[in-house]
């Protein structure tokens, strides 16, 4: 993707990816996890349909990174939240169990909005939501007290543009508004995917 430093943004489908307890590794540990958290947010994307030619080249965060996926038919905003998070998921419990040692989890938050980039790379306010909700204490307190190998998180604008509407593989009754985080002066939203919110005997893809 490339813009001029105040030209037209692009508007993209932000997934942002971040691991818990990243800084209790020691620099070759971090090594090790950034390899395997790439390998495994591609496959997931492959999962979903979403090749390199259909997203932007992911973001590096340290402990984490951002995937920027184009507006195409081929890959429209639910297949994210019923293909590719679960298979995340997935590929994350598979790691653990077969590699416990170098066992990781992970929060991920998703987004859409309007996304500008220039040499030093990507910013914006839809960006900064992006991280801004990943990074949410709510979030980070809900995988501290899960068994699961990842928690997810949408926007206001995700949630209301997909989740409400009960797409095929997205079930609206597990996600609950309890994620809060500042942006600026502005109070964020973010909608918090909670199973046991669900009616029981459901399944839930996303």
């Known amino acids: 993707m490339s813009t001029s430093a105040h030209g037209t943004p692009r508007h993209r489908t932000i997934l942002a990816v971040d691991v818990e307890g990243s800084t209790d590794r020691n620099?070759?540990?971090?090594?090790?996890?950034?390899?395997?958290?790439y390998d495994v947010v591609d496959r997931a994307c492959l999962a979903g349909g979403i090749r390199q030619a259909y997203r932007d080249k992911f973001v590096d965060r340290g402990d984490g990174l951002l995937c920027l996926v184009r507006p195409l038919d081929q890959v429209p905003k639910p297949v994210l939240l019923a293909t590719v998070v679960p298979a995340l998921s997935r590929l994350v419990a598979d790691h653990n169990a077969r590699k416990p040692e170098s066992a990781f989890r992970l929060r991920v938050a998703v987004h859409a909005g309007e996304?500008?980039?220039?040499?030093?790379?990507?910013?914006?306010?839809?960006?900064?939501?992006?991280c801004r909700l990943v990074d949410a204490p709510e979030l980070k307190r809900f995988l501290r007290e899960s068994s699961g190998p990842v928690v997810l998180v949408v926007?206001?604008?995700?949630?209301?543009?997909?989740?409400?509407?009960?797409?095929?593989?997205?079930?609206?009754?597990?996600?609950?508004?309890a994620v809060h985080a500042k942006l600026g002066a502005e109070r964020l939203r973010g909608w918090l995917h909670h199973p046991a919110a669900a009616q029981p005997g459901e399944e839930l893809t996303a």
């Open 155 to 177: 926007s206001q604008e995700i949630h209301r543009s997909v989740v409400r509407h009960g797409y095929p593989g997205i079930d609206q009754r597990a996600f609950t508004q």
């Open 27 to 37: 620099n070759t540990g971090r090594a090790e996890l950034r390899d395997v958290l």
């Open 115 to 130: 996304v500008h980039s220039d040499p030093r790379g990507l910013y914006g306010e839809d960006v900064d939501i992006a």
